[in-house]
């Protein structure tokens, strides 16, 4: 009952997503150790570190690709059973995942796409193609604001330029209520043009009153984007800021410091761009 009226007076009180005390190993690699995360409501967090930091794990954690060897998570103020969490539940939950490789299938329509997995069936269990395809023209309308001629919900993925199936991808999550979209180097191996598109359509999430997780090699791009910053190196959380509290050059110098502290075993990798 607290809660419920400290939520309506002071609304960011309660985060969205809540992870606390993450442990997460393959085999003998420990991916993660004692990772506490929050997301808070229609914020952005950047998700930052060097190669084998283990963003990809919390975020595949998150949005129900991996289980998590201990810890305890909450979405929304309830408790998330940790061993019986899938991608379904996550969707359930609101937590949408955008993946950089494999976001969409090069040969078919924009529509199924849209729908690959989760058809909206009519009442004889066949697909609502029209409804899927006027859904899809929605989202290229109004969430991407692509009103050209040539792209409609019948076009193949290929007329869309990267930056643009990334945009897809995110209005697709938008588009299944995501409150939480989760994006796991979005901006890797774009070029300029198609990069300002991704960030435009981080901004959207944020207009929109969503949250996003937002991994990036580019500190550049992250500063941009985020409103906080969690640092993570060799599984663990080493700091946290808000955008406020650092300038771009103190966050890059910060990582860079890190980068350098490795082990020589991972010395060679760079804190750059590219995996
Ligand atoms: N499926 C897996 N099997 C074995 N080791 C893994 C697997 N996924 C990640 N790891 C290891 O966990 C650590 C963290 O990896 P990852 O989460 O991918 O880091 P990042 O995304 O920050 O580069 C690395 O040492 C990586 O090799
Ligand atoms: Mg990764």
Request: one cysteine or more; aromatic letters at 6%; glycine letters at 10%.
């Amino acid at each position: 009952m607290l809660r419920a009226l400290l939520n309506i007076f002071m609304p960011h009180t309660t985060p969205l997503i809540e992870l606390r005390h993450i442990s997460k190993r393959f085999g003998s690699v420990v991916a993660l150790e004692d990772v506490s995360f929050t997301l808070g409501s229609n914020e952005i967090v950047g998700l930052l570190g060097d190669n084998g930091a283990g963003k990809s794990s919390l975020v595949k954690i998150l949005s129900g690709v991996e289980q998590a060897d201990s810890g305890s998570f909450s979405v929304n103020d309830t408790s998330v059973a940790l061993k019986s969490y899938s991608v379904k539940m996550a969707r359930k939950l609101g937590i949408e995942t955008v993946y950089q490789e494999r976001a969409l299938c090069e040969n078919q329509p924009l529509w199924r796409n849209v729908f690959v997995g989760r058809h909206k069936r009519n009442r004889f269990g066949l697909i609502d193609v029209a409804y899927e395809k006027q859904a899809t023209e929605t989202i290229l309308k109004e969430f991407m604001g692509l009103r050209g001629a040539g792209v409609s919900a019948d076009a193949c993925v290929a007329v869309l330029s990267g930056g643009e199936r990334q945009g897809l991808a995110i209005g697709r999550a938008m588009y299944f209520a995501a409150s939480a979209v989760i994006l796991d180097e979005p901006t890797t191996a774009l070029s300029l043009t198609e990069v300002s598109k991704v960030l435009q359509f981080i901004q959207q999430i944020r207009k929109a009153g969503r949250s996003a997780v937002f991994i990036s090699h580019n500190m550049r791009h992250v500063y941009e984007a985020c409103d906080r910053f969690v640092i993570l190196d060799r599984g663990r959380v080493v700091q946290e800021l808000n955008k406020g509290d650092i300038t771009l050059e103190g966050l890059s110098s910060l990582l860079t410091g890190l980068a350098c502290g490795a082990t020589p075993a991972n010395e060679h990798m760079e804190s750059g761009e590219g995996e």
